[in-house]
């Protein structure tokens, strides 16, 4: 038996809405299926506005275009995190700032933020890590305190949830003045590649959508709020598909039972796991109190990279595929030299130490009982 | 009767392919599909490497990074062309410099290039506009005078061709360093939104991959060339998902069924309304010498913004939807400042003439005799 890292899922109605938008006629950008997928996740999350996108990386990438992002600008954020974090931010000419990693988690320690603020500080821009949210209260009054942009990063969080100190309970990538969102096939709800932009403050909505439509002002042509469009400022393609779109709404009315059997997953995990951190041969995800969890990832945090390796190796034996997930951004190849020697130790100690398990919807639990059992058998002998 | 101005379609496998490639466990970037519609359009038109992309703006956007597009460099292209064509290069801070169209075709007057150019002049992007060949024998030769590069607009040139000086006939986008196509809704061969670089020019291969898998070198990891895959250069988020790509191969598979029937189309056109250039009502599009016809496009060329106007209107009245094209891009708000005052009358001159007839391949006989015989009775009442 192979059990692969991931493996994507139909929900049933994906290839049927897609004969749909064909037979609608539309099956380029913002067509019938891009509209009733952003509205169902404005709905369900209260978010402003949805912008859905060809990817994460595209949303961040417009997030970057809408707060200006210049040459010399800095922006905090996280070294242990995706590449495309980075990226959206350095193509448009602005320095990065990395923040350590929590000693608890290996999302961006909000304690060491506010010191990494200058005068060219522009934005920050958290990542909920595994769909662990960071603590928005902190960083939201930093930024307050500075006049910053605060963009989340919310690849891993949909669905996922934030624990204010009054005690209100806000949906991830609706705290920040944009959010991002990724639907790529590793995701809880996918469409292959796949991405949103979540405005949130009002004033970035006029332009996202010019942006968003190669800088042009169809959008406001097609409400007819102008009578002719053309071209007003820089923009890009960043629309999907609307055979993307098709495939996500499908994947997207059933979110309600993904999480569902994500979350039994998750659990059969850390209950069939648990020992070994009590036994203290390696740690489970932590939870902070603020933060809950959509079981996006399940992952151990190993005791080496020795350790790492061999549980890697030893699962593979088996067919069990397990893999290890960032470097940090700032002892990259690309960015080490601009870094500089700043020390980040807990973004190198999560490099190394990260191992995520198996986690999709066909997941049966004879698999997962499989997976549990040979990694307590490498360490019960 | 309403005939729409465009209407995608399908070939018959478009939704038989994307389960498929969810049952072989992979729909995000470059999984089955991409790579089979890489090495059909490589097989077929001997490009020597084609790169799947979300847009062919997002093509372009790749081209500009690969030719290291720097802030004050130039690049020359025609006025009447997308705004894509512009802003990838504008949104990495080149200048603008735009050509006028020729007197016989929209496309960019190639003798009017080499006056353009200046000390800071790094490209050349030709436009194929309506899949009709630039005069590539020239440009190329220009570019090679000043050692410049040339990038291939190709979105509309799918399956179309240039007669060079020596008699042999090239594939549009076989023949400049690279080369950007579109997929999307409106082409000839369709996935929504989606495009595609091609590569001409070895060199840009390696780095290519590298700032379309978000400037990390994991393309190289998966040929097991490198041991393990980081963060090395810039890059984005350029691959469409395998979903887009399994619906593109669908396509492909079908394009010389899909161009002859296009091609059929396009002639009964001209056939029908001939007699309006003869009689010096309007004009009907001409194709140089050196360019083949992909029917990508039936525009009428228009005596008079006027008479578009009415023909716009009375078409619509009869529920035939035909539209107009680009608007001048040295003209745009967005752009009249920067581009000061030099004229570019036949850029102005298209802007205000053409007319697009509908082209899809599902438009009967019998529509296309109504489009052409209601055309026909306002001209000859």
């Known amino acids: 038996m192979i059990i692969p890292f991931n493996k994507p ?7 049927r809405y897609i004969e749909e938008a064909v037979a ?16 169902f996740l404005e709905q369900k999350y209260g978010f402003k506005k949805c912008l859905l996108t060809t990817s994460c990386t595209d949303a961040l990438e417009m997030a970057a275009i809408l707060i200006d992002i210049k040459e010399g600008d800095e922006v905090i954020m996280p070294s242990y995190t995706f590449v495309s974090t980075a990226n959206a931010f350095v193509l448009h000419g602005a320095k990065l700032v990395f923040c350590d990693s929590r000693i608890d988690h290996p999302g961006m320690d909000e304690s060491k ?26 960083i939201m009054s930093i930024a307050n305190k500075y006049g910053l942009y605060v963009i989340e990063d919310a690849a891993h969080a949909i669905d996922s949830f934030y624990n ?12 920040g003045h944009l959010a991002a969102f990724s ?8 469409s292959g590649e796949g991405g949103m932009l979540v405005i949130n403050d009002e004033k970035f909505i006029k332009r996202a959508e010019i942006i968003r439509e190669k800088g042009t002002n169809r959008s406001a042509f097609f409400r007819g709020e102008i009578d002719k469009y053309g071209w007003v400022d820089i923009g890009s393609s960043f629309l999907p598909s609307d055979i993307i779109a098709a495939f996500l709404l499908a ?3 059933n979110i309600d039972n993904i999480q569902s059997k994500r979350k039994e997953i998750w659990n059969q995990y850390y209950d069939g796991l648990i020992s070994l951190e009590k036994d203290g041969l390696l740690k489970l995800p932590s939870i902070p109190d603020f933060a809950t969890n959509n079981a996006h990832m399940f992952y151990l945090c190993c005791d080496s990279l020795e350790q790492r390796n061999m549980l890697i190796q030893t699962l593979k ?36 130490r990260i191992l995520r398990l198996p986690l999709y919807y066909e997941l049966t639990s004879d698999q997962i009982h499989l997976i549990i059992s040979t990694i307590r058998s490498i360490f019960y002998k």
């Open 9 to 15: 899922y139909m929900t049933g109605n994906e290839t």
């Open 24 to 39: 609608v006629g539309k099956i380029s950008g913002d067509g019938m299926f891009s509209k009733k997928s952003s509205e």
């Open 113 to 138: 933020i506010e010191a990494l603020i200058t005068k060219k500080t522009k934005a920050i821009v958290p990542v909920h890590y595994a769909g662990v949210a960071c603590d928005m209260d902190m």
């Open 164 to 175: 204010d100190k009054e005690g209100t309970q806000k949906p991830l990538g609706s705290i």
């Open 183 to 190: 639907f790529h096939e590793t995701k809880n709800i996918i």
């Open 251 to 253: 994947q997207l009315e």
């Open 317 to 352: 034996e088996k067919g069990i595929f397990s893999v290890f997930h960032y470097l940090s951004l700032h002892s990259s190849e690309f960015y080490k030299d601009k870094h500089g020697d700043r020390q980040l130790e807990y973004a190198d100690f999560y490099t190394d």
